[in-house]
């Protein structure tokens, strides 16, 4: 399958979109929602499924529309093709802060397993699919859930997760233990499993709960400082309307009882 | 031993993090020789390799060994490429080359069994109201069978208490007396003790609670013509009761009620949900109206009173509920059905029959005038 080749550049630090330069004739898709701004030349097609089988038929886009469901992801995605003479970009912005990681297909083999949700946008052509996780206890307490997508092909594209991320190589049978829902992508070659914590006390007021989810190399990983749900949770804890108090920085002291009473800035 | 390669992966010291398209092959000796693509001379051999299933879903074949310089691990994904590799595999690796083939089976089996396991942990509350559904006669006789008489009559004082709150109740007098005249030669030899009133409603209705309570409203009366219609009423009221029908319809609903909760959650608080255990229910009574039409037929015959009563009265009905619901929305089947078999049966009937001895007509008039 031939890959349409794309520059990029990746804006901003913590809150980042990226900018993809497109050659004349070249496309990228791009999830429903997820572009920011495009320079004039540059058609917009919306197409149902992920874009990269345009002669599968109907039945095949329906599948393949029904994986992206499945996937939390909309039935649409939106191919942007560059119908001018010279160079366009157009830019794609991550829906909340963290990092956008660009991954070589190619350099990886041509698959990568990622969280569901995490695709922001790549070189059409490459295929947006789903993979199961088949190991049941994973699947149940891995963080992941049982469904991942699989990105297939062998052009760029770029993911997207919360926090700081972080690539790692790991290597043949080097084991990494990481807090469940960290993972947000790793190449195939990478055992991904869990692990009890190991003891009944760490896991009732460790605050890591009752597994850690370890991935084997061989293989490259990447992993999130802060998944979303985390953040989401903390910032509802905070919300004044949810009980939460309007503080400054703090300690738990200066934060809680203490801080109410001494507290003057209020 | 063949000479045909099996692409994979190759990791390990000195070599990209993110691993090297390779080729490997199985020598004669036995040993592994991995070729890194595009290198000549770069060529890897390995004696005794271990062999496991690895990687994500355990659906790769991993060859590792202890190198000069560090482990190696040649990774094989593709089905395709696996199958060759086992092909070409010596003797003495085919073991463990099975044995990691049976982790991914396992695996995928294991999986397969779980989802299955899934859809019918999520499938069981509708499996459960369908069996209800198609056995729901069976519970309700069941549940049925274990209510005493007491308790009937005294769910019967409870929907009469009920009744009285909202319409007036004549208990005794000269009309009340007629209906209990007839009623009594209806109900002869029951294990129930029946009492009979009036309710002072226009609507042409009558109903009996469960335990031998029977109200017949003012209009009813007013509109049979003859004590045998009168008795017709009564006859399929009584059989409502001695057949347990209303029992037997709270029962079905109770179920039906619950097993809706379980898989609507608070089924008060959804029009839909209430809609639809209404429905079923009313289904229930239209198969018991049938059965109640032939065991009042059965009970006017036994007690010698003329049963074409009971059809012209039901002809009135068909007269005036020209403009009545739709025959599955209302609580009595279509008449006009009802009626056909009806008449058949009452045509086979033979016999003299005793005229009743009150003519609930001039009763009902003098009721009339003294109030």
């Given at each position: 399958?031939?890959?349409?080749?794309?520059?990029y550049?990746?804006?901003?630090?913590?809150?980042?979109?990226?900018?993809v330069?497109?050659?004349?004739?070249?496309?990228?898709?791009?999830?429903?929602?997820?572009?920011?701004?495009?320079?004039?030349?540059?058609?917009?097609?919306?197409?149902?499924?992920?874009?990269?089988?345009?002669?599968?038929?109907?039945?095949?886009?329906?599948?393949?529309?029904?994986?992206?469901?499945?996937?939390?992801?909309?039935?649409?995605?939106?191919?942007f093709?560059?119908?001018s003479?010279?160079?366009?970009?157009?830019?794609?912005?991550?829906?909340?802060?963290?990092?956008?990681?660009?991954?070589?297909?190619?350099?990886?083999?041509?698959?990568?397993?990622?969280q569901?949700?995490?695709?922001?946008?790549?070189?059409?052509?490459?295929?947006?699919?789903?993979?199961?996780?088949?190991?049941?206890?994973?699947?149940?307490?891995g963080?992941e859930?049982?469904i991942?997508?699989?990105?297939?092909?062998?052009?760029?594209?770029?993911?997207?997760?919360?926090?700081?991320l972080?690539?790692?190589?790991?290597?043949?049978?080097?084991?990494?233990?990481?807090?469940?829902?960290?993972?947000?992508?790793?190449?195939?070659?990478?055992?991904?499993?869990?692990?009890?914590?190991?003891?009944?006390?760490?896991?009732?007021?460790?605050?890591?709960?009752?597994?850690y989810?370890?991935?084997?190399?061989?293989?490259?990983?990447?992993?999130?400082?802060?998944?979303?749900?985390?953040?989401?949770?903390?910032?509802?804890l905070?919300?004044?309307?949810?009980?939460?108090?309007?503080?400054?920085?703090?300690?738990?002291?200066?934060a809680?009882?203490?801080?109410?009473?001494?507290?003057?800035?209020? | 031993?063949?000479?045909?390669?099996?692409?994979?992966?190759?990791?390990?010291?000195?070599?990209?993090?993110?691993?090297?398209?390779?080729?490997?092959?199985?020598?004669?000796?036995?040993?592994?020789?991995?070729?890194?693509?595009?290198?000549?001379?770069?060529?890897?051999?390995?004696?005794?390799?271990?062999?496991d299933?690895?990687?994500?879903?355990?659906?790769?074949?991993?060859?590792?060994?202890?190198?000069?310089?560090?482990?190696?691990?040649?990774?094989?994904?593709?089905?395709?490429?696996?199958?060759?590799?086992?092909?070409t595999?010596?003797?003495?690796?085919?073991?463990?080359?099975?044995a990691?083939?049976?982790?991914?089976?396992?695996?995928?089996?294991?999986?397969?069994?779980g989802?299955?396991?899934?859809?019918?942990?999520?499938?069981?509350?509708?499996?459960?109201?369908?069996?209800?559904?198609?056995?729901?006669?069976?519970?309700?006789?069941w549940?049925?069978?274990?209510?005493?008489?007491?308790?009937?009559?005294?769910?019967?004082?409870?929907?009469?208490?009920?009744?009285?709150?909202q319409?007036?109740?004549?208990?005794?007098?000269?009309?009340?007396?007629?209906?209990?005249?007839?009623?009594?030669?209806?109900?002869?030899?029951?294990?129930?003790?029946?009492?009979?009133?009036?309710?002072?409603?226009?609507?042409?209705?009558?109903?009996?609670?469960?335990?031998?309570?029977?109200?017949?409203?003012?209009?009813?009366?007013?509109?049979?013509?003859?004590?045998?219609?009168?008795?017709?009423?009564?006859?399929?009221?009584?059989?409502?009761?001695?057949?347990?029908?209303?029992?037997?319809?709270?029962?079905?609903?109770?179920?039906?009620?619950?097993?809706?909760?379980?898989?609507?959650?608070?089924?008060?608080?959804?029009?839909?949900?209430?809609?639809?255990?209404?429905?079923?229910?009313?289904?229930?009574?239209r198969?018991?109206?049938?059965?109640?039409?032939?065991?009042?037929?059965?009970?006017?015959?036994?007690?010698?009173?003329?049963?074409?009563?009971?059809?012209?009265f039901?002809?009135?009905?068909?007269?005036?509920?020209?403009?009545?619901?739709?025959?599955?929305?209302?609580?009595?089947p279509?008449?006009?059905?009802?009626?056909?078999?009806?008449?058949?049966?009452?045509?086979?009937?033979?016999?003299?029959?005793?005229p009743?001895?009150?003519d609930?007509?001039?009763?009902?008039?003098?009721?009339?005038?003294?109030?």
């Amino acid at each position: 399958m031939a890959m349409d080749v794309v520059d990029y550049e990746i804006f901003g630090s913590e809150m980042q979109y990226v900018e993809v330069e497109l050659d004349p004739g070249e496309a990228a898709v791009g999830e429903a929602g997820g572009m920011m701004y495009m320079q004039d030349g540059i058609q917009m097609d919306t197409v149902f499924g992920d874009g990269s089988q345009q002669q599968g038929g109907f039945m095949g886009k329906l599948m393949g529309a029904g994986k992206r469901l499945l996937t939390g992801e909309s039935l649409f995605t939106t191919v942007f093709h560059n119908e001018s003479n010279g160079k366009r970009r157009v830019a794609f912005a991550a829906p909340y802060p963290g990092k956008i990681i660009p991954v070589h297909l190619t350099d990886i083999g041509g698959t990568l397993i990622c969280q569901k949700d995490s695709f922001l946008c790549a070189a059409k052509g490459v295929s947006l699919g789903i993979a199961f996780q088949k190991k049941l206890g994973v699947g149940l307490f891995g963080g992941e859930g049982f469904i991942m997508q699989k990105l297939d092909g062998d052009g760029m594209a770029f993911i997207h997760a919360g926090g700081t991320l972080k690539e790692l190589v790991l290597a043949p049978g080097e084991s990494l233990r990481v807090d469940t829902g960290c993972v947000v992508a790793f190449q195939p070659s990478v055992d991904f499993d869990i692990q009890f914590v190991g003891k009944i006390k760490s896991a009732v007021f460790g605050g890591e709960g009752f597994f850690y989810a370890t991935l084997t190399g061989p293989g490259k990983v990447w992993l999130q400082s802060l998944p979303l749900s985390r953040l989401a949770n903390r910032i509802i804890l905070s919300a004044p309307a949810a009980g939460g108090r309007s503080v400054g920085q703090g300690s738990l002291l200066g934060a809680g009882v203490l801080g109410g009473i001494l507290g003057s800035d209020e | 031993m063949s000479d045909t390669p099996f692409r994979g992966r190759l990791f390990g010291p000195g070599l990209p993090g993110a691993g090297v398209p390779a080729a490997g092959r199985w020598s004669d000796g036995g040993s592994l020789q991995v070729a890194v693509d595009g290198t000549t001379g770069h060529q890897l051999q390995a004696d005794h390799p271990a062999m496991d299933a690895a990687g994500f879903n355990a659906s790769s074949l991993r060859i590792s060994w202890q190198g000069e310089d560090g482990a190696y691990v040649f990774i094989i994904e593709a089905e395709s490429e696996r199958t060759i590799c086992s092909a070409t595999a010596p003797a003495a690796a085919t073991l463990h080359l099975d044995a990691a083939a049976g982790v991914t089976t396992r695996l995928e089996r294991r999986f397969r069994f779980g989802a299955v396991l899934l859809i019918l942990i999520l499938a069981l509350p509708l499996l459960g109201i369908g069996l209800f559904i198609g056995n729901s006669d069976r519970f309700a006789d069941w549940a049925v069978k274990r209510i005493s008489t007491e308790h009937e009559a005294r769910l019967g004082d409870l929907v009469l208490a009920q009744t009285r709150l909202q319409t007036k109740i004549i208990d005794r007098g000269p009309v009340v007396d007629a209906i209990s005249a007839i009623g009594n030669r209806l109900t002869a030899g029951s294990v129930h003790r029946y009492r009979w009133f009036v309710a002072d409603r226009p609507e042409i209705n009558a109903f009996a609670a469960p335990g031998g309570v029977v109200v017949v409203n003012s209009g009813l009366i007013r509109a049979a013509g003859s004590s045998e219609e009168l008795a017709g009423v009564l006859a399929h009221e009584i059989a409502h009761a001695e057949l347990r029908h209303t029992l037997r319809g709270m029962m079905k609903s109770l179920g039906l009620r619950t097993l809706a909760a379980l898989v609507i959650g608070d089924i008060s608080g959804s029009v839909f949900a209430d809609a639809a255990t209404r429905l079923t229910e009313l289904r229930f009574s239209r198969d018991a109206e049938r059965e109640a039409d032939a065991e009042g037929l059965r009970r006017l015959v036994s007690a010698r009173i003329d049963p074409t009563g009971m059809i012209s009265f039901y002809e009135k009905l068909t007269a005036e509920q020209r403009l009545s619901p739709p025959p599955i929305l209302s609580t009595h089947p279509a008449s006009g059905e009802r009626l056909k078999s009806l008449r058949q049966e009452v045509a086979r009937q033979k016999g003299e029959w005793q005229p009743l001895p009150v003519d609930i007509q001039s009763k009902a008039q003098g009721d009339k005038e003294q109030k």
